[in-house]
């Protein structure tokens, strides 16, 4: 029999009397009990500080605080009883004003977290600031933590009397223009007070009779299915029925999106609920359907799988033997290649003595995205006969698509929404819950919910792909050109095929981007493997790539004694240059962008050498990235504009939003397009994605959005206006539309015509919008250790006409970040150990540097809205190889395999060892 206590609480000055049992969660009374959703869960084991609250003054971690360590009468203090969105703590001011909160998943635990310390200390430094949210596990996956501190700081002096609360507000620049300004998103208040509902929250909301779920998952990476024992669990309590792949009305199969000629596979290798065959660790094999998680959870532990293994082959080199079995039977385990034929034949270049010429097999890792937020979604019928499916889709037409047919359904017949997310990184470019959650309510008829915790986000969603690039560089010993460049590289995209052509096309275009190379030979490989299934990441394929292309331009500038500054200098773009796949580059900022990184490189150089003692070795390296805005060929968009009844104007347009901030970007995009009009930006409004809803977007991946999605906002706004511009050059009001029968609704369409890269010479112009960025990293090692910390990043960016600044800022510092882990900790080979955040190597405050600088050039795009390119990836292209680079420039061990975990650092270093 369930045992259960009674407690009184003061929660937020109330008195509340809360039945629980001992071993229920303070966040789990919060939330579900007393409905107080702002007190968010990310990790659910301690490690996140996303569930932060007040205890009788001190700040604790409510998913790890048991209700019988919690004192009757205690005084909780939650998000919710720190400010409210018309009454706001300084603190949460601050958070809007910074963009502290982007995706704002952790914004109610900081902020909980950092008014426990303003309560301890008004007048902290911004190294106690720091330190105090590392004491408190405060982890954020966006901001790269400059922001928080900026903001705990400039709340502390309105809180100390030193400055108004009014200085915390954002100051409207005088023309009226919020293009180019740090207008605060318009989510930034919602989520700085917790009253946003993310999709836990609404799921808690759903109605009585909603069917919690709880999936079945194989424990082992390749078998056979014999059979599946369901009998126990059934008999549990609470179960109302398990769905095993007999119960999927459809293919039972998300189509991979297989679509270039030479992909070997179809595209349908990927089972909804697995039949015949268990193709990775975590993959779904059962549903349990039941009153509540717990219970739909314990029962799935009683279902047993009756399971013939199969070899696992984790990584490529395994699945690429020869006596290795097709892991889909029928399709090749090498099931795509990607050759790239540029200029003259380079193999005689590199015999010639008048070259220097450089060699490297370098591995990168597969990295996890590591959101706060573990993924989440629900799903019922409506009213209007459509399968609603909620999720953290940042795809939602395509996601429609690629599930349709598993299901049983066609496409239209879904309606895919997007809940407000927090985080995902690129991994929901994959399909992930959501055909699942389909299966459960067609088989049920009732509504569902499926919450993964933090080890189900780690095994069983998708990483970054591990590129391995063996290659080899040659430059001009007279004149330090580079001229010719030979790759030859796998990528382990374990079972599934999503993207995986697309990605390994990402090698062509971007080994040697930034560069003009005359003559240029390689190839790329995707492979099958067992290992967790290759989603898109931030970056998709450009990290990898520069991680070879960036360390041998590096060696390179060594061989022949050149400056990797001046290197760089010489053979960047310029007029006349062409990219890797033969193309003209959209602009030519780097000589600019490497002349304004000249004074900071230096002044870094001068730092290292006096901050360098016997035991730390002090290095400075820097590294060039280009990515593509957009995917590759031609790109589009839909959307609509909706003038409103009070003259304010609703912008349909489903750009999904991870964090990085689709509703300012909506927002700031339509204001400067309506400038004329004089919409106030409070009245232009943005929507939340849905299939049924608005037209195709497009999915929010490939840093597309800004230019694509930014652009049909523009061409619909322009439609509006064209209709609302009286002749005397003024606008009519909504009303006066109505009366001259006037449409409301404007339609834009924009689209892009790239060139997609040639099957068979890989020549083409995919991207017509390009990011450029120029990373500087300071770092230092322990040379007794190999660690390495690093102690200040500067980039350069050039990221087009800026719509938003707080959101661009934002975004660098993210990758700054990510780049950060990539280099130095973060990993998913190992699935035991990696399944936790700090098991796989989570960047905490104390490992991001407090310095990050970042400075624009800023080069107006042909194809952006008002001269915008993008942002989200461009910036993650390469911050990883100025750290590897500077690790070989402080004590010569040159990183060839990512994470540059310590052990590796000290073999590589020549003297020591
Ligand atoms: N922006 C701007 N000015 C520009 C370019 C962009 O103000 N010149 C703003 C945009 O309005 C938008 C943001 O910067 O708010 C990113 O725009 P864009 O580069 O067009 O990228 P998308 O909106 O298409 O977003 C996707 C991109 C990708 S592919 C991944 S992955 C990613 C990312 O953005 N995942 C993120 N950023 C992220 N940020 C957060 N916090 N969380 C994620 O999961
Ligand atoms: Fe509680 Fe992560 S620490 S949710
Ligand atoms: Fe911190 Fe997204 S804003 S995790």
New binding site residues.
């Given amino acids: 029999m369930e045992k259960l206590q009674q407690k009184k609480l003061i929660v937020n000055g109330i008195e509340q009397y809360v039945l629980s049992s001992p071993s229920t969660t303070l966040a789990t009374v919060l939330r579900e009990h007393l409905e107080l959703t702002g007190t968010k869960v990310g990790c659910g084991e301690g490690q996140c500080g996303a569930c932060s609250v007040m205890l009788n003054g001190k700040v604790v971690r409510s998913c790890v605080t048991k209700m019988k360590r919690v004192p009757e009468g205690a005084c909780i203090i939650t998000i919710e009883g720190i400010g409210q969105p018309d009454n706001l703590d300084p603190l949460q001011q601050a958070w809007v004003k910074h963009g502290a909160a ?2 704002g998943f952790c914004s109610p635990g900081f902020i909980v977290s950092a008014k426990g310390l303003l309560n301890e200390n008004d007048n902290p430094t911004r190294e106690e600031v720091r330190d105090w949210f590392r004491k408190h596990k405060n982890a954020c996956r ?1 901001t790269g933590y400059k922001p928080l501190v900026d903001a705990v700081m400039e709340a502390a002096k309105v809180v100390r009397g030193e400055a108004p609360a009014e200085s915390l507000d954002f100051v409207m620049p005088e023309d009226g223009r919020i293009w180019g300004s740090s207008y605060p998103r318009p989510t930034a208040v919602a989520k700085a007070t917790g009253t946003l509902d993310y999709g836990a929250d609404l799921g808690l909301k759903m109605p009585a009779g909603t069917l919690r779920l709880a999936l079945v998952q194989a424990e082992v990476s390749h078998a056979k299915i014999n059979g599946i024992d369901t009998s126990e669990a059934e008999n549990m309590p609470g179960v109302h029925c398990i769905l095993t792949a007999k119960d999927v009305k459809g293919k039972n199969r998300i189509f991979g999106l297989a679509c270039s000629p030479r992909h070997k596979g179809d595209g349908w290798e990927r089972p909804i609920l697995c039949d015949e065959k268990v193709f990775q660790y975590g993959d779904a094999v059962a549903i349990v359907c039941a009153d509540t998680e717990a219970e739909a959870r314990a029962a799935a532990a009683k279902v047993r799988l009756d399971l013939e293994q199969l070899p696992a082959y984790m990584s490529a080199a395994a699945a690429m033997a020869d006596d290795a079995l097709e892991i889909h039977p029928g399709t090749p385990n090498i099931y795509f290649e990607q050759p790239l034929i540029k200029g003259d034949d380079p193999a005689p270049i590199f015999d010639q003595d008048d070259v220097a010429v450089v060699s490297g097999e370098y591995r990168s890792s597969r990295q996890p995205h590591m ?1 706060i937020e573990p993924d989440v979604g629900f799903a019922y019928m409506g009213d209007d006969d459509l399968l609603h499916i909620h999720s953290k889709s940042i795809a939602v037409h395509l996601h429609a698509m690629m599930i349709a047919e598993g299901l049983g359904l066609k496409p239209e017949q879904i309606a895919l929404a997007a809940n407000p997310m927090g ?4 991994y929901k470019l994959s399909p992930t819950m959501e055909a699942l959650l389909g299966v459960a309510v067609l088989a049920t008829g009732r509504p569902v919910s499926l919450c993964y915790d933090y080890y189900q986000q780690m095994t069983y969603t998708g990483k970054r792909s591990p590129f391995h690039v063996n290659a080899r560089m040659a430059a001009d010993k007279k004149t330090g050109r580079i001229v010719a460049l030979e790759h030859d590289y796998v990528v382990d995209h374990g079972p599934y095929c999503e993207m995986a052509d697309v990605l390994t096309g990402r090698g062509i275009q971007f080994i040697g981007a930034g560069y003009d190379i005359p003559s240029i030979r390689g190839m790329g490989r995707t492979v099958a493997t067992n290992h967790a299934w290759g989603a ?1 990441f ?1 970056g998709f394929g450009g990290p990898q790539a520069h991680f070879a292309g960036e360390s041998l331009v590096d060696e390179l500038a060594l061989a022949l004694d050149m400056d990797p500054l001046e290197f760089r200098y010489a053979n960047c773009y310029r007029p006349g240059s062409t990219t890797p796949t033969g193309q003209e580059p959209d602009v030519y900022p780097l000589p600019e962008m490497l002349d304004a990184l000249r004074p900071k490189y230096e002044e870094a150089k001068k730092r290292a050498e006096a901050g360098s003692t016997p035991t730390h070795a002090k290095g400075v390296g820097i590294a060039l990235g280009v990515y593509g ?1 957009g995917g590759d060929g031609v790109e589009q968009a839909e959307v609509f504009v909706q003038y409103d009844e009070d003259d304010g104007v609703t912008v349909g347009a489903s ?1 999904e939003d ?5 509703d ?2 909506a927002v ?1 995009t339509a204001h400067e397009t309506l400038l004329a009009m004089g919409v106030p930006p409070e009245k232009i409004r943005f929507s939340w994605p849905d299939s049924a809803k608005q037209p195709p977007a497009g999915p ?8 694509v999605v930014g652009g049909a906002i523009r061409v619909a706004c322009e439609a509006l206006m064209g209709a609302a511009r009286k002749d005397d050059g003024t606008y009519m009001t909504c009303a006066e539309m109505v009366a001259a029968d006037k449409p409301l609704r404007y339609d834009g369409s924009y689209s892009i015509p790239g060139v997609p890269c040639d099957p068979d010479t890989g020549l083409g112009n995919p991207f017509l919008v390009y990011m450029y960025v120029v990373h500087l990293a300071e770092i230092t090692v322990e040379k007794a250790t190999g660690k390495v910390s690093v102690d200040r990043m500067s980039c350069i960016a050039d ?6 600044k707080l ?2 800022d ?2 660098i510092w ?1 990758c700054m970040a990510q780049g950060i882990g990539l280099a130095l900790t973060e990993d998913f080979e190992d699935i035991k150990k990696h399944s936790t955040m700090i098991g796989a190597g989570f960047p905490y405050i104390s490992a991001i540097p407090d310095d990050l600088e970042i400075t624009y050039i800023q080069t107006p795009r042909q194809w ?1 809205p008002f001269g ?6 461009g910036p993650i292209a390469s911050p990883h190889v100025a750290i590897t680079n500077a690790i070989r420039n402080a004590c010569g061990a040159r990183v060839t395999s990512l994470p540059a975990l310590p052990e590796k650092v000290l073999a590589g270093m020549p003297h020591e060892h």
């Fill in positions: 982007q995706c966006c959101p985080g995902t990184f690129g898109a931030r805005s750009w991870h964090g990085q901030g689709a300012i970007g700031g929010a991946g490939a840093s597309r959005s800004q230019v990221i087009g006409k800026i719509n938003n959101a661009t934002g975004q993210g952006g915008a390119a993008g942002v989200g990836e």
